[in-house]
């Protein structure tokens, strides 16, 4: 009996020893090991409170009609209701590379992530869509015989479209109807060149505008500003939870 209980006792030894063994790592290889990746989270939809606070810095320019910035002039800002997603999210994208130089904007854009610009800008791209009128497939008036050889030369509905609101890529903007002193700002920055403040960086546009007085420039943003298009300022009230 002796005997036995002291052959259990030692079985019983050997299997702790081993099993204590197995857990713990030897040697480098052991070392390398990854360790098991945690499993992966469904993504979610930005809940309301999310978004909020998500727009909450957009809110106090883009959703106040007629609200104008002050830099690098006065110029009222511009509408993104009802502009394509893919077009906010590439142009938050280029504040926040420095491809577009904005201090307020790149501010804004810096503290982004990839799941708040693509929140943001799918937001933006619904908000007053259920009272929004599709653009006319043809500009809904004719520009006068200045402005229609600036136009051609500039070859604007190439890429915007016929209407100046149906571009060929849904990462070009929406342009009939926007604010005319904004236009003529985005414009005038495609031909500033070595300011670290201001300025656009994109060879098809930069090309483009230094083809151009500042007065040319100015009546082509009116004549386009004066269009049908579907982008608009939504007050905040129309959609802001309380």
Excluded: W
Excluded at 1 to 9: A, E, G
Excluded at 29 to 45: G, N, Q, V
Excluded at 198 to 203: I, L, P, T
């Amino acid at each position: 009996m002796k005997n036995l209980l002291t052959t259990v006792f030692a079985l019983s030894v050997a299997c702790v020893t081993s099993l204590a063994q197995a857990q713990i790592p030897a040697g480098p290889a052991a070392d390398a090991a990854p360790a098991a990746a945690p499993a992966a989270k469904a993504a979610t939809p930005a809940s309301p409170k999310s978004l909020e606070a998500k727009t909450a810095m957009c809110f106090g320019c883009h959703n106040i009609k007629g609200y104008q910035a002050s830099f690098p002039e006065v110029y009222k800002v511009p509408m993104i209701a009802g502009q394509s997603a893919k077009y906010i999210a590439a142009a938050l994208h280029a504040y926040k590379t420095g491809d577009r130089k904005h201090p307020t904007m790149r501010g804004i854009a810096e503290t982004l992530t990839e799941q708040d610009i693509t929140d943001i800008a799918a937001f933006y791209e619904k908000l007053g869509s259920e009272e929004r009128k599709a653009a006319p497939e043809k500009a809904s008036r004719e520009p006068n015989a200045q402005v229609a050889g600036l136009l051609q030369k500039a070859n604007c509905a190439s890429c915007h479209g016929a209407n100046f609101s149906k571009p060929i890529d849904p990462s070009y903007p929406k342009i009939a109807g926007q604010h005319p002193d904004y236009l003529f700002s985005a414009l005038k920055a495609y031909k500033t060149d070595n300011n670290p403040a201001v300025g656009r960086n994109n060879g098809i546009m930069g090309a483009i505008a230094k083809q151009f007085s500042n007065a040319e420039l100015k009546a082509i943003a009116q004549y386009v500003g004066s269009l049908d298009g579907e982008v608009a300022t939504v007050p905040e009230p129309r959609f802001h939870r309380h």
